[in-house]
């Protein structure tokens, strides 16, 4: 399923956006990188177009979610003082503020298994 070789350290690096939403479109969602347009992803035989928000949108990330949940255990932490959360996928992990970037980089380790 891994197209491109990303290293566990560039995977925490990438920042909540558009480039992660076209990582996270392709690695996990299985969507074929667009033809015609640099970032966009194939919707259909004849249409391209930008990927969700994954990164950014919780609706978004919740459909990352289900699609991960077909494979692995999931499951979320929130830590109240620090305003955190963990987010566990398999048993990949990660933790940040914002809930729908930590369900996009944990969803990414476990399914480049990094």
């Not at 197209?3 to 996990?28: C, F, Y």
């Not at 969507?31 to 969700?52: A, N, S, T, V, Y």
């Not at 620090?82 to 809930?99: F, H, L, M, P, Q």
């Amino acid at each position: 399923m891994t197209q491109t070789a990303l290293t566990r350290e560039q995977v925490l690096a990438l920042k909540p956006g558009n480039n992660l939403d076209l990582i996270v479109a392709i690695e996990v969602m299985g969507h074929e990188p667009g033809e015609f347009k640099d970032g966009w992803i194939k919707l259909g035989p004849k249409f391209e177009g930008c990927p969700k928000r994954y990164s950014t949108d919780m609706s978004a990330a919740w459909e990352v979610i289900k699609t991960v949940q077909k494979e692995w255990a999931w499951e979320m932490k929130m830590h109240n003082t620090a305003c955190e959360v963990d987010v566990y996928i398999g048993r990949k992990v990660y933790t940040s503020k914002n809930v729908s970037e930590a369900i996009c980089k944990a969803a990414l380790l476990a399914v480049l298994d990094i």
